[in-house]
């Protein structure tokens, strides 16, 4: 066997050896990649919350928007502040430039809001929130039952669901949303009050000094030192119509001789339902790691455990798996539509079945190929990469048949084939990579956008 021989043998070893451990790698590493129906972003975006109950608008303004918006301009970064003072609340909204690293830039904002909670008032606590694409839930559940009672459901959905949904492979929370919320309503009665000889103004007066747990200093016993502190926290309706009242005379009052004391739901902002029935909702976050579409098919396996458990009728109202899953289905159709009419159009035109298969391995080979670049850089099958790799099956087909037919030609011509090759590839070389180019041209000006569009 002549050298070149031996060197043309080693050379088709060497690439089936390359194609087999590809191959192999890739049935190992492409089911491990995260499906999601968009990539994972921050926001340049932060959110200030400060509640402050009971106060009109323009004294939030006064006393909790303009204090934080002075501690918050001199942090690195920022481009805009928007604020909004509303009832009992203020919001104050910063805007970082696009390409702010945001885990610091959060970092110093709780800094400078932190520094600024001595000038605020005394109960005003500000929350600082940020979010990104992967707060985004691959499900949202609605639940119902039959006799209609929201609270006794949503104790049901805390105790059985919400556990067993935390208990899946990346969900980073669980949290039960449209449950009307209670409050505890004290109605004094006058006749009660004068009989008592006991003045209104005391019920408000017991209440702020009373169901407080302050410290008391400490008491050391030998070795040990025992931590004190004076009252106990109003933890029951019983505790409250208990709770003594100021004046009255020599017999000691209640709250509970006085004026009824009990639950009562708020007065409702809004309502859900699903399919015309009152319901919450069962929304489920994951993790920054976590694959929505497993997610969604455990979750979804486990509903009818779920339902049964809750004593109510689980919905889906919101999922990720079936947008995502379309789109990879796509993606499949797409590629293999294209490497039929591929390895069609080149057996027919070169009939050559060497040249038919040499197409027909490498374009599911670049695919996958590309595929491990994505499972090696921790990246998702989105809608965006799915369509980058649809563009990239069409190129790839396009510049195959080229480069395959002229080297059919020149092998026609009755050249050796090692030669047929060089030359038929340095003929086309300068026009595939031109087309190529041409198509990333096109695409380029996208990515020098900024904002929003130019993240994605």
């Known amino acids: 066997m002549s050298l070149l021989a031996r060197f043309s043998l080693a050379n088709r070893s060497l690439v089936a050896l390359v194609t ?5 790698f890739g049935v190992f590493a492409i089911p491990s990649l995260k499906q999601q129906l968009l990539p994972s972003m921050e926001f340049p975006v932060a959110f200030v919350m400060a509640p402050y109950p009971g106060a009109a608008p323009e004294i939030v303004e006064r006393d909790v928007i303009e204090p934080i918006e002075d ?6 970064g920022v481009e805009t502040i928007t604020s909004t003072a509303g009832e009992s609340i203020a919001t104050v909204v910063v805007e970082f430039a696009y390409g702010t690293e945001m885990t610091t830039a959060i970092n110093q904002l709780q800094t400078a809001v932190s520094r600024v909670s001595s000038r605020l008032p005394d109960d005003v606590e500000p929350v600082v929130m940020a979010g990104s694409t992967a707060d985004l839930p691959p499900l949202i559940l609605s639940a119902s039952a039959e006799d209609g ?8 959905l805390e105790q059985t669901v919400v556990p067993k949904l935390r208990a899946v492979d990346g969900v980073r929370s669980v949290e039960v949303t449209g449950v009307q919320e209670q409050r505890i309503v004290i109605t004094p009665d006058p006749v009660k009050l004068a009989a008592a000889k006991v003045a209104p103004t005391a019920i408000g007066t017991a209440l702020q000094t009373n169901g407080i747990a302050i410290p008391a200093g400490a008491v050391t016993d030998d070795d040990r030192s025992l931590t004190v502190q004076v009252g106990t926290p109003i933890t029951s309706l019983d505790d409250l119509r208990k709770l003594p009242l100021p004046g009255g005379g020599k017999t000691p009052v209640t709250l509970g001789d006085v004026a009824t004391v009990a639950h009562e739901p708020a007065e409702a ?3 859900t339902r699903t399919n015309g029935v009152s319901s919450l909702g069962v929304m489920v976050t994951a993790t920054p790691d976590g694959n929505a579409v497993e997610i969604s098919r455990e979750i979804s396996e486990l509903l009818p455990e779920l339902a049964d458990a809750a004593r109510a009728e689980l919905t889906v109202v919101f999922d990720q798996a ?3 899953e379309s789109s990879i289905k796509a993606l499949t159709t797409e590629g293999l539509l294209g490497l039929a009419m591929a390895v069609i159009v080149i057996l027919i035109f070169l009939l050559s079945i060497r040249s038919t298969i040499v197409t027909a391995v490498s374009i599911p080979l670049s695919v996958l190929i590309a595929l491990l670049v994505l499972w090696a850089g921790d990246h998702t099958l989105n809608l965006l990469t799915l369509g980058g790799l649809t563009i990239a099956v069409g190129r790839v087909v396009d510049d195959s048949i080229v480069v395959l037919e002229n080297i059919k030609r020149h092998m026609s011509y009755g050249e050796e084939k090692r030669k047929a090759i060089l030359t038929g590839v340095r003929e086309v070389a300068g026009a595939v990579t031109a087309s190529t180019l041409t198509t990333v041209a096109v695409f380029l000006p996208i990515a020098l956008v900024g904002g929003f569009v130019g993240q994605f």
């Open 20 to 24: 087999v451990v590809v191959a192999a």
């Open 71 to 76: 501690s918050v301009k001199g942090i690195s």
């Open 149 to 156: 009672d929201q609270q006794a459901l949503a104790t049901r």
């Open 269 to 271: 902002t809004s309502y």
């Open 322 to 324: 079936p947008y995502v």
